[in-house]
């Protein structure tokens, strides 16, 4: 038997929806081809919890409603709604969960007791509240699905939050005696055969891939890159891309969306395969999955299993049905009708005039006896030609103005490919913060189809005041 676990950063889950088109979350799942799904960047918050729950049960008509169910486990950002946030949904007529930890760790438990004697109250807190981790525990596994913290020169000091995000998840790790696979948006390039700008400098300088280096080191925890351990000199096999830069064009990205498994080197379950999947579109990541076999009689879990309390359906309360949020009043339930269903329309007062009630019901005759249909003629013919000199002079103005406009503007340059640069504005936290640029408007990428290294400022190019 065959389980198929997907990992995949769409960069704001309802987004991601209407980029795509999707009205239903149930057959956007359906689409993915997994029976674990497990979704990063979700920027969802709990106010969309219910959003959630209802678009699981939404389905097209030509479907079987029975199929495919899957339960959602969410973790939300506590401090800033619609940031971060990661959704494991399963398939339950496949397997269902027999314990499930939104977050690093349950407050109280055993491991939150061992992660105590590694960082403090406080910052553990600190990072259980950006909604990073959900963890969900099967009979032969436990799997982990991550968004780990990003690294940017505007915010220097999240490398510590960083590494001690990677801190607790170690230790949560050393905490679990079962099999153990951890999936999700890393933000780190595990070898330099995996990023198209990797600094080797940076492999042993920087504290995330030295901490990536010793979880995959034979020496170390006994963790196996699930992609590597079939595609071990692939290269170009990239899962996020810069969509500023249209990096995507020229396949200029890094694989930071990992597959890492432990505990796989025999036994009844074992690892089958594992890719990425970079011809899926909507989000500035694509997917990467691991495929898991078992011998075992009873497969992977029993789906007769209670659901757990996290799942999303129990933790927003009662499900409304999608129809609800379009119908005025209380939300609709399947047995029987609300209050104020049961409540006859009221009658309208009465019915609207249109106009040509209004008119018949006006006397006319005192227009018609104080201006001739001659005069009548007259004034409109005097107002249509007046507003057409108008319209005139608008269209004369506009044009004036565009012209001084075009006159104060800079000459566009052209880059070295001998094309038009493009116009650009620093957007980083620095002394130039705000000022103009003209750069390369190639995608970014190496060779002739990629962007040569044109720079120049806006000011240099503006003409004379004086001129």
């Known amino acids: 038997m065959l389980l198929k676990i997907l990992s995949y950063n769409v960069n704001s889950l309802k987004a991601y929806m209407r980029r795509q088109e999707h009205t239903k979350l149930n057959d956007f799942l359906d689409d993915l081809d997994a029976d674990i799904v497990c979704l990063q960047e979700t920027k969802l918050s709990k106010a969309d919890g219910e959003y959630v729950s209802c678009s699981l049960l939404a389905r097209d008509s030509g479907k079987d409603e029975g199929a495919n169910r899957y339960e959602g486990f969410l973790s939300f950002c506590e401090k800033k709604p619609g940031y971060s946030g990661v959704a494991t949904f399963v398939n339950s007529r496949r397997l269902v969960p027999h314990t499930v930890d939104i977050g ?39 799997l982990f699905n991550i968004y780990g913290p990003a690294v940017s020169s505007d915010a220097p000091e999240r490398m510590a939050f960083k590494m001690d995000f990677y801190t607790a998840l170690h230790v949560r790790c050393q905490c679990i005696a079962q099999r153990i696979i951890i999936v999700g948006d890393f933000n780190i390039a595990p ?18 891939r030295l901490w990536m280096k010793e979880l995959l080191s034979p020496s170390g925890s006994s963790f196996v890159d699930c992609f590597r351990l079939f595609w071990p000199d692939r ?110 329309c009221p009658k309208r007062a009465k019915k609207q005039a249109n106009l040509t009630s209004l008119c018949r019901g006006r006397d006319t005759s005192s227009l018609a006896s104080s201006s001739s249909p001659s005069k009548m003629c007259s004034w409109l013919e005097e107002e249509y030609k007046a507003s057409e000199e108008y319209a005139r002079q608008c269209q004369a103005d506009a044009a004036r103005a565009w012209k001084s406009i075009q006159n104060a503007m800079p000459t566009v340059p052209t880059c070295r490919h001998g094309l038009e640069a493009a116009l650009k504005k620093v957007r980083k936290n620095s002394k130039h913060k705000g000022r103009m640029f003209y750069c390369c408007p190639k995608s970014a990428g190496s060779g002739p189809q990629g962007q040569c290294n044109f720079f120049q400022w806006v000011s240099n190019t503006l003409k004379n005041s004086n001129e």
Not at 191 to 208: A, L
Not at 334 to 342: F, K, L, S, V, Y
């Open 191 to 208: 070898h330099p055969i995996d990023s198209s700008f990797y600094n080797p400098c940076n492999s042993t300088s920087r504290p995330d």
């Open 235 to 344: 290269r170009d096999a990239y899962t996020a891309w810069n969509q500023k830069v249209n990096a995507r064009d020229n396949n200029y990205g890094s694989r930071i969306d990992l597959c890492l498994a432990k505990g796989f080197d025999g036994g009844d379950v074992r690892i089958e395969a594992s890719d990425i999947c970079p011809d899926v579109l909507g989000s500035d990541h694509c997917p990467v999955y691991v495929t898991l076999s078992t011998t075992l009689p009873g497969g992977f879990g029993t789906p007769s299993r209670a659901i757990p309390k996290e799942a999303i359906r129990f933790v927003v309360g009662t499900q409304r049905t999608i129809s609800s949020y379009f119908t005025a009043g209380l939300p609709h339930t399947r047995d029987a009708p609300t209050h104020q269903q049961q409540q006859p």
């Open 104 to 142: 690093l760790f349950v407050p109280g438990s055993r491991e939150h007791a061992r992660l105590l004697q590694h960082l403090s109250s406080e910052r553990l807190d600190e990072l259980n509240s950006e909604g990073r981790v959900v963890v969900t525990h099967f009979d032969d596994f436990v």
